[in-house]
């Protein structure tokens, strides 16, 4: 890697969703899928909740640009499989700031996921109710 590296690649996953970011340090309008930020997540605290990592390493938000590309999954989601990506590039930067990163879990990956459906049952568990006569 050069000295004056564009950007810092990382990806991120949360459930069946994934995120492929890369973390510019220079001034500019973070996207996702191309949109801006806050025409995929209009919310406030949806908009906070991608940008925490960035806060607990202590990164000036004005000073950085991302761009994201994201698949799979829900908005929620998304934006976990997003803080993922976000905190292991920040690593790739400044690795002194794993530890508080990790303190907080923003670097563990959520090995939740959706257990399949098994055969003879209408979901995963769910079974036809018992009827004994």
Known sequence: MSEQQEYYYALGRRKTST????????????????????????????????????KIADIDIENIMYTVKTAGGGVISQIGAIRLALARAIIKKYPEKKKDLKVLGLMTRDPRMVERKKAGLRKARKREQYSKR
């Open 19 to 54: 995120a492929a970011l890369r973390l510019y340090f220079k001034k500019g309008k973070s996207t996702i899928n191309g949109k801006n930020v806050e025409e995929i997540y209009p919310l406030k605290d949806d908009q906070i909740n991608l940008v925490n990592p960035l």
